[in-house]
Nanobody
Framework: QVQLVESGGGLVQPGGSLRLSCAAS????????MGWYRQAPGNQRELVAG???????HYADSVKGRFTISRDNAKNTMYLQMNSLKPEDTAVYYC??????????????WGQGTQVTVSS
């Protein structure tokens, strides 16, 4: 079993910055992929940014140049630095990971979500 715990959400004014964190813990043999998704009211959940282990980060067009995803593999932690935030970035942000455990093999895990609100 793998647990993902997000932190760092909150209320910020347009143009401001926030940094989200996602800590993975549990009996994982390896982490294949970690990424951030978001879901605004009435919308489908969408990929914001992702990073495969040993791979290259990729971003949604709407956040390119403003958001940066990074990972600290030693701590099994992923970050999302969000700059130049816009009201349309308002959503619940979810941490996602595809990880391998002995009992489930490669499996998708989700965090509980953290609210990001961009408003003046």
């Amino acid at each position: 079993q793998v647990q993902l715990v997000e932190s760092g959400g909150g209320l910020v004014q347009p143009g401001g910055s926030l940094r989200l964190s996602c800590a993975a813990s549990g009996s994982m043999l390896q982490i294949n992929y970690m990424g951030w998704y978001r879901q605004a009211p009435g919308n489908q959940r969408e990929l914001v940014a992702g990073m495969p282990s040993g791979g290259i980060a990729h971003y949604a067009d709407s956040v390119k140049g403003r958001f940066t995803i990074s990972r600290d593999n030693a701590k099994n932690t992923m970050y999302l630095q969000m700059n130049s935030l816009k009201p349309e970035d308002t959503a619940v942000y979810y941490c996602h990971s595809n990880a391998r455990t002995q009992s489930r093999g490669d499996y998708d895990y989700w965090g509980q979500g953290t609210q990001v609100t961009v408003s003046s």
